[in-house]
DNA sequence: AACGAAATTGAAAATCATTTTCAATATATA
DNA sequence: TATATATTGAAAATGATTTTCAATTTCGTT
């Protein structure tokens, strides 16, 4: 499974001179059997459930590799814990967070984007990137909450 | 000058049980003169321009208070450091920012605030508070690196 | 004006995610 | 297999912010 994953990382690695080792793998697969927004602790995690350990270190150059091959994009919420997602095959999109249970809820929005098409012409800014994060709670918390 | 921030300073402190003390009044004066998007360095250095030194600890401690008592806002973009905005009068926004020159555009948008309650409808999520920052270029720095 | 309880200050140490350093180890090509 | 080059990971460094704590200041009460 994943082949097409594994392909990319692959030929990245070749085309930029570096080697295919055992960590490098592992932290690959731990990444592509993940969900969306894992951290690099979650990572380390689910790599040394066995017995062969990998460093932290190892998990954040690795990470930066799959990231810069175009497999997963770093992103980073109100917490100071930057996380990543997969990006092969996804479309752009924002986030809804809950603060409760830390839920992810992915959106696009065709209006937004229109919208801030206009804004970025009226202000003369030529955009490289954006961030739109909305932080709340989710049903199921708002339900525990007791909010209405 | 500012007579209306610092007597809600001033209530603040005594409501809370604080002290009013020249350290507090000297980096409030510091933050109230100063435009928006101001670090804890900046009023660090604005505060320490004279002979009396102020120490980075009070700085953080009570750019803290200012926000507390409502006059200020802390926003995070995207370099790890924290900066403080005014809120007083002033109304909800947005930040289109260039990571040329750091220059930083306030904007609103009606359309984005009604697709965005219809998202957060559609999902069944109870907004807490949102961020959405644009960076990218700005006129004069497009200009100068020459993009079109 | 002086007293004294309580708050404040700021230098230094701690925090915490992430990065850098570097000596030991692994990979890949000849 | 030899060798050049890349990788690993423990430990130290980083950098913004927070915490600690002994010395100092504030302010209501004598
Ligand atoms: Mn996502
Ligand atoms: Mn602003
Ligand atoms: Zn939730
Ligand atoms: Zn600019």
Redesign the interface.
């Known amino acids: 499974m994943r082949t097409e994953e594994r392909q990319i990382f692959g030929e990245y690695i070749k085309s930029e001179g570096l080697k295919e080792t055992a960590p490098r793998n592992r932290i690959l697969n731990a990444f592509l059997n993940s969900e969306d927004h894992v951290s690099a602790e979650d990572i380390y995690l689910l790599v040394n459930r066995g017995k062969r350990k990998v460093g932290f270190t190892t998990v954040y150059r690795t990470m930066k590799l799959i990231s810069d091959c175009g497999l997963a994009r770093e992103v980073?919420f109100?917490d100071?814990i930057a996380r990543f997602e997969h990006t092969l095959g996804r479309k752009h999109h924002h986030h809804?967070i809950?603060?409760r249970c830390r839920k992810v809820?992915e959106?696009t929005?065709k209006?937004?984007e229109d919208?801030?098409q206009a804004?970025?012409k009226k202000?003369?800014?030529?955009?490289?990137?954006?961030?739109?994060?909305?932080?709340?709670?989710?049903?199921a918390c708002?339900e525990q909450v007791g909010?209405k």
Chains 1, 2 share one sequence.
């Open positions: 980073m109100d100071g809804l809950c603060t809820i959106f929005s209006t937004m919208a801030e804004l970025l202000n003369e800014f030529e955009l490289q990137y954006h961030k739109y994060e909305i932080f709340g709670l989710c049903k708002r909010h």
